[in-house]
């Protein structure tokens, strides 16, 4: 398994502000995945964090809005920016060591006033 | 175009009886199938997993059905306890990139 330390765990932001989200893993992996959870909703993939790499956004995210990095094998970066209500969300990072499992940090509830 | 779908949005079960949450997929692609429990302010907790090439797949009181020809899988949780009430979502993932597809989710609810 493995475990991941998200951070903050929660946060209310203004509109117009921008707010990182930091991920650390207690392993090496090769992939790390952001996800969405819009309120009421299931959970949307963002983005593929790569390390040494560009991210790999999925269609309907952009990089300007949700800026990622990967400076080593065991921690990511998601940055929300110029965040409006309709950001308000939990954010979460995710490990797949293998295949066959997948492992989740405890998310970010972000709220924007 | 919803690929991955729980069309039961809610489940009440009764204590120590059986819970049966279901997921149909559409893409015949997709080669594992992971299920999460998830609780609110918490991030999801992989439950158990599944490859294309089972159809069954148990661990304790959780069991895993694949159906590939009706594109179907379900979770069995049996006996059912009220520490299980919870959001269970089924996620599928495809070769490429290892990113996961997930459900809508179905809220479990365990009455005592």
């Known amino acids: 398994s493995a475990v991941i330390s998200q951070k903050p765990s929660r946060d209310i932001c203004q509109r117009g502000t921008s707010l990182t989200i930091q991920c650390q893993v207690d392993?090496?992996?090769?992939?790390m995945f952001w996800y969405r959870q819009q309120p009421g909703q299931s959970l949307t993939l963002i983005a593929t964090?790569?390390?040494?790499?560009?991210?790999?956004?999925e269609s309907g995210f952009v990089i300007d809005k949700f800026p990622i990095s990967r400076p080593n094998l065991t921690f990511s970066t998601l940055t929300v920016s110029n965040m409006s209500p309709e950001d308000s969300s939990i954010y979460l990072c995710s490990v797949t060591p293998t295949r066959l499992e997948a492992f989740f940090g405890q998310g970010t509830r972000l709220t924007v006033v | 175009d919803q690929q991955v779908k729980q069309n039961s949005p809610s489940l009440s079960v009764q204590e120590g009886r059986i819970s049966i949450l279901n997921c149909d997929y559409t893409?015949?692609?997709?080669?594992?199938f992971l299920w999460y429990k998830k609780y609110p302010a918490e991030g999801p907790t992989f439950l158990i997993s599944i490859s294309s090439i089972k159809d069954k797949n148990e661990d304790g009181r959780f069991t895993v059905f694949l159906n590939k020809s009706a594109k179907h899988l379900s979770l069995h949780i049996v006996p059912s306890q009220p520490g299980d009430s919870a959001v269970y979502f089924c996620a599928a993932s495809a070769p490429q990139g290892g990113k996961l597809i997930f459900g809508q989710g179905t809220e479990l609810s365990v009455k005592p």
């Open positions: 893409n015949s692609m997709f080669d594992y």
């Open positions: 964090a790569n390390q040494g790499s560009e991210a790999t956004y």
């Open positions: 392993s090496q992996v090769t992939m």
